[in-house]
């Protein structure tokens, strides 16, 4: 299975930038990275997604090696309400290939 | 708006009885998914539709039945065999599961308590 492996856990303060990576092997080659954004007791909600280089969104950008054995989620001025849980997504390149969630990185924002 | 919806928001069974968690989508989407997760924990794949009539088990399946006689259904039966029910449980869908561009609509989840 395509397993993304994050950190666990990141705290920022409020207006800085946050980058978050995911490693990914495995993953199959024709399949975007995609990102998302889960608030407690709620289903995860698309932040972005990428294929390779550089793509931004008005809410983050992310950012994706030549290999595509990573990628680097990245939130701008960062907001106590920010403050939540973020997976990558990669798709097994094997037969099946199955949506698999990593762990997620729980971002904490301070005051 | 089109969306995912899941039901009820809570649920809560005593040890033993089955209990069915419904999902219904009005995206058009082919391919929907549920997905367990734990306190603290991430995201694991219970079973998956590609399509009507149709449907793979995940990681986690045992201990779970599914059916997708509609294109808008999907729904999850938690059965007396599955040993450690209480859960968080999310439905999603996507486009087209072949797709390499189609991201995942999530619902708001059914929180299950089994006691």
């Known amino acids: 299975l395509a397993k993304t492996t994050q950190p666990i856990s990141m705290d920022s303060y409020e207006g800085q930038e946050v980058n978050i990576t995911c490693s990914h092997n495995?993953?199959?080659?024709?399949?975007?990275i995609t990102w998302y954004q889960q608030f407690p007791s709620q289903g995860p909600r698309f932040i972005i997604q990428?294929?390779?280089t550089k793509v931004t969104n008005e809410v983050a950008s992310l950012f994706i090696p030549a290999d595509r054995k990573s990628s680097t989620l990245s939130l701008p001025r960062v907001s106590l309400s920010d403050t939540a849980v973020y997976y990558c997504?990669?798709?097994?390149?094997?037969?099946?290939?199955?949506?698999?969630f990593g762990s997620g990185t729980q971002l904490t924002v301070l005051p | 708006d089109g969306g995912i919806t899941q039901s009820p928001k809570y649920l809560f069974r005593k040890e033993g009885q089955n209990v069915t968690l419904s999902c219904e989508q009005n995206l058009n989407h082919d391919a929907m998914y549920w997905y367990r997760q734990d306190p603290g924990q991430g995201l694991r794949l219970i079973y998956y539709s590609q399509i009507v009539n149709d449907f793979q088990k995940g990681d986690i399946a045992e201990g779970y039945s599914v059916s997708r006689e509609k294109k808008e259904s999907f729904p999850l039966t938690v059965t007396s065999a599955q040993k450690n029910p209480t859960a968080f449980y999310l439905c999603?869908?996507?486009?087209?599961?072949?797709?390499?561009?189609?991201?995942?609509?999530f619902g708001n989840g059914t929180r299950l308590t089994v006691t």
């Open positions: 990428g294929y390779k």
């Open positions: 999603a869908s996507t486009r087209n599961h072949n797709l390499g561009d189609s991201p995942l609509h």
């Open positions: 997504l990669g798709r097994d390149s094997g037969s099946a290939r199955q949506l698999t």
């Open positions: 495995n993953i199959a080659t024709n399949d975007y």
